[in-house]
């Protein structure tokens, strides 16, 4: 158990709607990093943030948001769901800001797209 | 953007066997090199990290080289059990803030008995 918890675990939706996927942080980490790990696809990072703030941005479509809250839990809003955006999702966190601090992975959400 | 390609895609080995995958990367402002094992079902987990003012690390059955100047970087594995079987990715990344992790496609390795 890495300290890091999502919810929820799966998550089936249709095309067209819209999802909130849930982060929680190892108590101390101030970094939460997103990543989609699609079909047989390494981790595509998506964004991080650090102390509430966006630190860093990946490939991540519009259509994707996130934030991280005081408390420093994150949510990852993924709206008009295509098919395409079935993977597993990770959160990941840090202590520090930087890539260099070891990232702990949380155990993911499963979406399905029908 | 940094760009990271890995090597083989899948791998099987005898138990007992050494196994070895290789990474190459193309930022060279890229100093930090870490290798996470995934287990069928589960998260990613970080097994071994070289920064790049190193050029060898081991730990215990792991060890990992990092050659700078011709950007590539290995994972070795020996006497390999069964419980290594998993994928395995490696990353690369400068440190800088707003840097950011960047993966390989992974590597799938079969420990056969």
């Known amino acids: 158990d890495s300290g890091v918890t999502q919810t929820p675990k799966h998550l089936i939706t249709a095309t067209g709607q819209r999802v909130t996927l849930r982060c929680s942080p190892r108590?101390?980490?101030?970094?939460v990093y997103w990543y989609q790990q699609s079909l047989d696809q390494g981790l595509q990072f998506l964004i991080q943030y650090y102390n509430g703030e966006e630190r860093a941005k990946g490939n991540i479509l519009e259509r994707f948001s996130a934030q991280q809250f005081p408390d420093l839990h994150s949510e990852l809003n993924l709206s008009s769901l295509e098919l395409g955006d079935s993977a597993l999702y990770f959160c990941?966190?840090?202590?520090?800001?930087?890539?260099?601090?070891?990232?702990?992975f949380g155990p993911g959400t499963r979406l399905t797209v029908l | 953007g940094e760009n990271v390609e890995q090597h083989p895609s899948t791998l099987s080995v005898q138990e007992g066997d050494s196994a070895v995958i290789k990474c190459t990367y193309s930022d060279s402002a890229s100093n930090y090199f870490p290798w996470y094992k995934q287990e069928l079902g589960k998260r990613p987990q970080l097994i071994i990290d070289i920064r790049s003012n190193v050029g060898e690390k081991k730990d215990q059955r792991i060890a990992v080289t990092l050659n700078k100047t011709a950007k590539h970087f290995s994972l070795h594995i020996t006497e390999t059990q069964p419980e290594d079987s998993a994928v395995y990715f490696c990353a690369a990344s400068p440190t800088g803030t707003a840097s950011k992790l960047t993966f390989g496609t992974g590597t799938r390795l079969q420990v056969t008995l």
């Open positions: 990941a966190s840090s202590v520090g800001q930087t890539p260099g601090n070891e990232q702990f």
């Open positions: 108590s101390g980490d101030l970094s």
